[in-house]
């Protein structure tokens, strides 16, 4: 079932280097493997949507410049609407630098470049366009009005807001209560609340203290512990689905870009988590951010083995 959903975010180029481990400051490593991808929260999430079977368009500002016609190509490859993302002749694309460890795990340098001009008239510009979708998605490598204009436009239209608040900063509390469902990681949760995540319960208590700012419902991810679901009518948790990682560069953004798949599918909190979960997963055990979202048939495949 096609579902029509708009993200508005970041678009990067991934420049990757896989290593023994990650560098300490001051520390050279030599042979590693080097390799590009297609990157950016925003984008991830808009490439992991369609692939997971959304009709998705994407907002969202590119430099006038190699990387940025390339990011356009392989977002029209993905049958994504690119009507709104823009070329800026002023700033280059956003770059992003990520040291892989053979253990999965990752640390990035971002250069916001065009995304940082992305501005609440471009909001407006595509206002049509959310007020009649059935969901919007969002993070935090764009400016923050114009993330919380957006929201402001969604929710003033009936449309439900996912965000992704990654990369960690402070928000509003005016911006939350736009904000349908919320989804951090344990680090980004306790940044918001000030309650270190550690386990199911410490990660309850985070999701309750965002509840009483008005958010919805709240979804921490746990890494290989699953994620935790509060809502108004539901608590519990989702385990992860056992994998090897590879990269866990784009994990959290495919566990949200199928979020919103299936949620503005219909499934229940339940199914929809683990429908995430699975694609996140998957995500996991390949090089690269947008390489490795999965498609529905793979998705759908690994429920159906579980």
């Not at 990387?67 to 490859?77: C, M």
């Not at 959310?130 to 969604?154: C, D, G, K």
């Not at 919320?182 to 509840?211: H, K, M, W, Y």
């Not at 921490?220 to 009518?233: N, S």
Request: proline share 7%.
């Amino acid at each position: 079932m096609a579902s029509k959903i708009v993200i508005a975010g970041s678009s990067n180029t991934d420049m990757i280097l896989q290593m023994d481990h990650i560098p300490i400051p001051g520390e050279t490593i030599l042979g590693g493997r080097f390799s590009m991808a297609a990157g950016g929260k925003g984008a991830n999430q808009a490439v992991a949507a369609a692939r997971a079977g959304g009709e998705v368009a994407f907002l969202a500002r590119v430099g006038d410049d190699l990387f940025g016609r390339q990011a356009i190509e392989g977002f029209e490859r993905d049958g994504i609407d690119t009507q709104h993302v823009t070329c800026d002749n002023k700033a280059p694309s956003g770059v992003a630098l990520i040291f892989v460890a053979d253990s999965g795990e990752n640390s990035i340098g971002v250069a916001s470049g065009a995304n940082g001009a992305l501005s609440p008239a471009d909001v407006d510009t595509a206002k049509p366009c959310i007020e009649s979708s059935n969901i919007l998605v969002m993070q935090l490598e764009t400016p923050l009005e114009t993330v919380h204009h957006a929201a402001q436009v969604a929710s003033a239209a009936g449309v439900p807001v996912i965000l992704n608040p990654a990369p960690a900063q402070p928000l509003p509390d005016s911006l939350l209560r736009c904000v349908s469902i919320l989804t951090p990681n344990e680090s980004e949760a306790e940044q918001l609340t000030g309650i270190p995540v550690t386990d199911f319960l410490s990660a309850t208590q985070a999701a309750e203290a965002l509840r009483a700012k008005g958010v919805e419902t709240i979804i921490i991810t746990m890494g290989a512990q699953g994620a935790v679901m509060v809502g108004p009518k539901f608590q519990g948790a989702m385990p992860a689905f056992p994998i090897e990682p590879v990269d866990t560069t784009a994990a959290g953004d495919v566990f949200n870009g199928a979020l919103a798949v299936a949620w503005s599918e219909g499934k229940p909190l339940t199914d929809t988590v683990r429908f995430a979960c699975a694609a996140a997963a998957l995500s996991a055990t390949k090089l690269g951010a947008q390489p490795s979202a999965p498609t529905r048939q793979e998705i759908e495949q690994l429920l159906m083995s579980k």
